[in-house]
């Protein structure tokens, strides 16, 4: 019997560290996104009694959602942008 101590090695992989950050930011990314899109849908539900209803067949009202770069530049992303195409 010796008086070794038996440590094991911890390997950093900073590939793995970016990995997970990445993930985190785009977890974090999903939930902002899909809190605004709640609200978006809720204001819009709220705000509906003006527009007139469509009695035949599918019109498409294109309209842009852009979010401005302070509010995703944060999580480490160049450009983010939203097309809605509501019915």
């Known amino acids: 019997h010796s008086n070794k101590s038996h440590h094991s090695k911890v390997v950093f992989d900073p590939g ?5 950050e990445r993930s985190v930011r785009r977890a974090a990314l ?7 899109l709640f609200q978006i849908i809720k204001f819009v539900n709220e705000k509906k009694d003006h527009v007139p209803s469509i009695s035949e067949g599918v019109i498409y009202f294109p309209c ?13 992303l160049d450009e983010f942008y939203v097309t809605v195409l509501a019915k």
């Open 16 to 20: 793995e560290s970016a990995s997970e």
């Open 64 to 76: 842009e959602i852009t979010i401005p770069r302070s509010l995703y530049s944060g999580l480490g």
């Open 30 to 36: 999903e939930a902002s996104l899909r809190d605004v």
